[in-house]
T-cell receptor
């Protein structure tokens, strides 16, 4: 059973416009959410995160929104740039102070293409 | 420079020939993990380690072994590789409360 879902395998956006990537989760124990970005031939790199005590976190052009009641989070990229073209993975962690605090459960990823 | 390194980056092997993929981190992280990435399946965890001599299974451990004899190293062992283990493998490490840092990946082809 998939606990973190990214239902859009791909997304195309014009340069300068907003990119919105969505993620849903089912496990109520998740309390920390992250977005990773992955370019071909490289490992995923951390982009932005949000704790469950917040509903928004912003870092430059990137904003993550969390709706706990809907178990939904989204990543907004404004304005989108061609260099943002990559695969974006949503991930979640949580639970007890043991392994659950370290473990990340990933979605399947969304491939973003920003068209110049 | 803080980093996670993996070797080799690319490997072609044949069914049944034992292989080891090494992973090393220089950040003194207690937690290390192995993932595999397959098309349409995202990142799936194979094994993880909370500290030296402490390892546990992830979501897809079948056909793999790991060891954690030193804090910085976490090798992934395929005792008898099969074609369904053809994949892109990532090692990651972190400390509690920090994000995971990923290595550059190892692309494995098992013929």
């Amino acid at each position: 059973d998939q606990q973190v879902k990214q239902n859009s395998p791909s997304l195309s956006v014009q340069e300068g416009r907003i990119s919105i990537l969505n993620c849903d989760y089912t496990n109520s124990m998740f309390d920390y959410f992250l977005w990773y970005k992955k370019y071909p031939a490289e490992g995923p790199t951390f982009l932005i995160s949000i704790s469950s005590i917040k509903d928004k976190n912003e870092d430059g052009r990137f904003t993550v929104f969390l709706n706990k009641s809907a178990k939904h989070l989204s990543l907004h990229i404004v304005p989108s740039q061609p260099g943002d073209s990559a695969v974006y993975f949503c991930a979640a962690s949580g639970g007890d102070s043991g392994a659950g605090s370290y473990q990340l459960t990933f979605g399947k990823g969304t491939k973003l293409s920003v068209i110049p | 420079e803080a980093q996670v390194t993996q070797n080799p980056r690319y490997l072609i092997t044949v069914t049944g020939k034992k292989l080891t993929v090494t992973c090393s981190q220089n950040m003194n992280h207690e937690y290390m993990s192995w993932y595999r990435q397959d098309p349409g399946l995202g990142l799936r965890q194979i094994y993880y380690s909370m500290n030296v001599e402490v390892t546990d299974k992830g979501d897809v451990p079948e056909g793999y072994k790991v060891s954690r004899k030193e804090k910085r190293n976490f090798p992934l062992i395929l005792e008898s590789p099969s074609p369904n283990q053809t994949s892109l493998y990532f090692c990651a490490s972190s400390s509690l409360g920090e994000t995971q840092y990923f290595g550059p990946g190892t692309r494995l082809l098992v013929l």
